[in-house]
């Protein structure tokens, strides 16, 4: 099994950028597809976007499409998430994991998450 933990998270006004990063132990981190999702309150986790674990194929919601970039490091086990032009919408937790099947939507393996708070 795959230990992740998130950092970076923060407040930052609108327009704003942060960058997340979602280190791995444990378990190879290479041949796992990954992936970033969020919760925002009183909703449901749902997709942000996917790597390969090659890093190729970025994939995004459409939330997100041209302001998120998805990239990962295998030789520091870390995957990233650079958010610019942020929204007050993209306020949430924001958690990285392995893909269920290797290549899906879906999540197996998380993070505890990490707090992204976006004000107008």
């Known amino acids: 099994q795959v230990q992740l933990v998130e950092s970076g998270g923060g407040l930052v006004q609108a327009g704003g950028s942060l960058r997340l990063s979602c280190a791995a132990s444990?378990?190879?981190?290479?041949?796992?597809?990954m992936g970033w999702f969020r919760q925002a309150p009183g909703k449901e986790r749902e997709f942000v976007g996917r790597?390969?674990?090659?890093?190729?194929?970025?994939d995004y919601a459409d939330s997100v499409k041209g302001r998120f970039t998805i990239s990962r490091d295998n030789a520091k086990n870390t995957l990233y998430l650079q958010m610019n032009s942020l929204k007050p919408e993209d306020t949430a937790v924001y958690y990285c994991?392995?893909?269920?099947?290797?290549?899906?939507?879906?999540?197996?393996?998380w993070g505890q998450g990490t707090q992204v708070n976006v004000s107008s």
């Open positions: 994991a392995t893909l269920r099947g290797g290549w899906s939507r879906e999540g197996e393996y």
């Open positions: 790597i390969t674990w090659t890093g190729g194929m970025p």
């Open positions: 444990g378990r190879t981190f290479s041949p796992y597809g």
